[in-house]
């Protein structure tokens, strides 16, 4: 079955960076695209960016275009989102997601159970 | 930014009801829409895509209609397990997008 794993909760200061991973298992890594979402507490849901596995190819929101990195790693098919010069307001709980197959990839269909970053000095 | 308009921001509804949830985009979104689910403490889960496709394994009391800027997921017959916040997301232009969430509370 179909498995994404993230990595445990984190703590930073303001101005740190973070990076969160992502195990896929179940599926073949590289035959599907990685999305990354953030959700605030109590709020809705904010697009970051995808990662292609297959060619590391990335497209970022315009919002998160110059500090946020997403990269992974086929050997052990595990995506990653990186996040810099962290402030307050990035507190919040990081999916990671799968897209569905094929010209649908913009859609995503299994998620991580997600990762709590917490922000505070 | 296409930003996606959902109504309405809260629903009560009781077991059986059918519960019709709108989305509406700031411009055409063609039927580049989806819809899914978030329980509470869960990560969402897909529902429909392209407006009205649904996602493997979705009862069939869930449809989605509309194109262009209007939108609605219909649930045809509640039941108490789809309590939850509902959200639409457009894929027709980047940066993807979400609507704000239409929470269903079940009676």
């Known amino acids: 079955q179909v498995q994404l794993v993230q990595s445990g909760a984190e703590v930073k200061k303001p101005g740190a960076s973070m990076k969160v991973s992502c195990k896929a298992s179940?599926?073949?890594?590289?035959?599907?695209?990685i999305h990354w979402v953030r959700q605030a507490p109590g709020q809705g849901l904010e697009w970051m960016g995808w990662i292609n596995p297959n060619t590391g190819n990335t497209n970022y929101a315009p919002k998160f275009q110059v500090w946020v990195t997403m990269t992974r790693d086929t050997s052990i098919s595990t995506a990653y989102m990186e996040l810099s010069r962290l402030r307050s307001d990035d507190t919040a709980v990081y999916y990671c997601?799968?897209?569905?197959?094929?010209?649908?990839?913009?859609?995503?269909?299994?998620w991580g159970r997600g990762t709590l970053v917490t922000v505070s000095s | 930014e296409i930003v996606l308009t959902q109504s309405p921001a809260t629903l009560s509804l009781s077991p059986g009801e059918r519960a019709s949830l709108s989305c509406r985009a700031s411009q055409s979104v063609s039927s580049f829409l989806a819809w899914y689910q978030q329980k509470p403490g869960q990560a969402p889960s897909l529902l429909i895509y392209d407006a009205s496709n649904r996602a493997t394994g979705i009862p069939a009391r869930f449809s989605g209609s509309g194109s262009g800027t209007d939108f609605t997921l219909t649930i045809s017959s509640l039941e108490p397990e789809d309590s939850a916040v509902y959200y639409c997301?457009?894929?027709?232009?980047?940066?993807?997008?979400f609507g704000g969430g239409t929470k269903v509370e079940i009676k």
């Open positions: 997301q457009q894929r027709s232009n980047w940066p993807l997008t």
């Open positions: 179940g599926y073949t890594f590289t035959g599907y695209y």
């Open positions: 997601a799968r897209s569905l197959a094929g010209s649908n990839y913009e859609y995503v269909d299994y």
